[in-house]
């Protein structure tokens, strides 16, 4: 069975805060965790900065309950988008692990669904969709592999919220069978967050069946995190990696000039 | 051999499936409080869960679902979380399960309720592989 996985957990500039938030997903049992850093490119001078290296944070990773592996983080990022133009920047992309957007117009969910390099579309939970889904461009995100994020923190905090992100999801459901779903939470403070199976079960709430409901949180969001690296290695066809050689057998190569180089080797 | 005068009957069954091994549920839950120095007794815990049932599905609900705190246990190795039984009908756990995860605050201050165990079986909440400690 898939693992655990966590996808939402607020960038705050308090370290000690994320680092207790981190924790505590360690000890709930989720396996791996993403930050979010959300961008908000309609207020003047936001730009997309790099997000901020993952062992700043801890010397050793706190290890997941019920595993002997330490809980892996990952780095996310949340465009809020007013605009098409909003997307075009694809360099500072490539430094995140995984991209998100929140489309604010229909237009723009229907731009999201069916072009946009991003793997995740956040439906909003702190407010009513201002727009109906069309199953026309859900369909077409479920074919490219985009999910659909729902989160569940601002439910617990507010119970107008709570009723918005209902009614959003039941919306999301009806367009979307279920499928492609992933449940994560906003949480910025570790009483926010909640067990795996406690979201499991409110994806029932959600709409969505058990099955479902558990996949939203493990099957999903392990297969978000790969569509995430496919999207940095051109579709997995080319993998970058740092090849350190020992010191000694380059100073070696250096000793000997090219054409003995290749006598040698034929010699081999 | 056969005898002639008996007559074979078709032979007969009855096939039972059980969906549900069980009509009621127990679960086992901590109440995790941002001051950790607060403390609840039995009755204040009840009203706070009939109080979350009462936010996400209103007040008609509130009765359906027969749940009260089955016992009190006082963890001695974790003083600062407290084990709860409860114990619900299974149509009614769903309910109290998504009430209970939605919970946010009690008095103005943030809490969240951890389900440690959900099980059938009363038997199964006794022991609890996570906080098993290995030699």
Redesign the interface.
Known sequence: MAVFMDLNITYTTDKKRLRSVIETAAHLGYSTVAINYVVDLQQKKQEIGKPKCVSELFDTFPIVQGKSRPIKVLNRLTVVASRAAHFKPLREYKAYDLVAAYPKTETLFHAACMEFTIDIICVAATEKQPFFFKRSSVEGAIERGVFFEVSYTPAIRDSTMRRHTIANALNLMEACKGKNVIVTSGAGKPLELRGPYDIANLGLLFGLSEEEGKAAISTNCRAVHLHGEMRKTALGIVHSMKNEQPLTERQEEEDVPASKRAKIEMAQ | MRRAHIQDQPATYERLVYKNTSLYHYMRISL?L?NESTRLSAAQLKQLICSGLR??YGESNVLQTSDFPFYLLSNQTFPLFRSLFLFVSFSGL?KL??A?????SYQNE???F??TQ?SPFLLTLSGNS?ELELD
């Open positions: 995790q941002e936010d996400l769903v399960w998504s209970l995860t939605l919970l946010g943030l809490c969240s951890r389900v959900v996570r």
